[in-house]
């Protein structure tokens, strides 16, 4: 069970820890609602996603195949190295997942599971994301929808891309100052990630996806069957998840929009 304590930061400033010495990262989202399918909820059941882009464009379309694939092809490099039946339970979705087959481009946005756009920064501020962002994920009219910022897409390539695919995979944001306290309940210890400041994906990454799908099957069966695996990061030999949950974390402080937390 989560122990949750939150005090005012201001009284505590001066004991707070560096957020960046602490920050979880792999955080999930484990909340569902009407309206709001995930990607990773269609994966799930070996259905392919259907996107939007442009007109299909060729090039762009293949990057967003390609930058889903590579979450799955990352987590299937790994595997080699491990045994576990549990695991064995998700292989069949993983093996989907890293398929190109899996992933239709539709150029009828009406059709699509989720929107993807490329535009240029004034068109981005003004319509999908904040000011100096490279990508954004959000929901809108019940859909999945992903903006990219040409302007910036030059400098950060496709670790932008894939980041924001991350939010689809239902990946929380883990760059500091942007741990919400809901995102306590289910990830990791300290690791390097792509949901943080990783520019490629990370064994991390690989013990997020398997998390995520334990808690997609959670949120649409009655009693999926228990999940138990190590980390696939080598050098946390004492990692182990329980059903998404790492056992036996250590305490985790956590200072977000002027509170401290606790977990």
């Not at 009284?11 to 957020?19: H, N």
């Not at 569902?32 to 392919?48: N, R, V």
């Not at 576990?84 to 699509?112: H, L, Q, R």
């Not at 520019?199 to 138990?228: F, G, H, R, V, W």
């Amino acid at each position: 069970m989560r122990i949750l304590l939150s005090f005012i930061f201001t009284a505590l400033a001066i004991f707070a820890p560096d957020i960046s010495l602490f920050a979880i990262d792999h955080a999930l989202n484990d909340r569902i609602a009407p309206q709001k399918i995930y990607a990773i909820d269609i994966l799930a059941q070996k259905k392919p996603l259907k996107f939007y882009i442009e007109e299909c464009n060729k090039e762009e379309a293949d990057l967003i195949a390609s930058s889903y694939q590579r979450w799955f092809i990352n987590i299937i490099n790994l595997l080699k190295e491990q045994e576990n039946k549990d695991i064995d339970n998700y292989k069949e979705i993983i093996n989907f997942g890293a398929d190109k087959k899996a992933y239709i481009c539709t150029a009828d946005p009406n059709e699509a599971d989720i929107k993807f756009y490329f535009v240029y920064k004034n068109e981005y501020e003004k319509f999908y994301g904040p000011r100096g962002s490279a990508g954004v994920f959000k929901f809108k009219d019940g859909k999945m929808l992903i903006a990219l910022n040409k302007n910036n897409l030059n400098i950060m390539g496709n670790k932008v891309l894939t980041h924001e695919i991350g939010h689809s995979l239902r990946m929380f944001d883990l760059y500091d100052g942007q741990f919400y306290d809901i995102s306590g309940d289910y990830g990791s210890g300290v690791q390097w990630s792509i949901m943080h400041h990783s520019k490629a994906l990370t064994c991390d990454d690989a013990d997020a996806i398997l998390n995520a799908l334990y808690l997609t099957k959670k949120l649409t069966q009655d009693s999926p069957k228990d999940l138990e695996f190590k980390s696939f990061c080598h050098w946390k030999t004492d990692y182990i998840y329980k059903n998404a949950r790492l056992l036996n974390r250590k305490p985790l402080f956590i200072n977000y929009q002027g509170t401290r937390t606790v977990y």
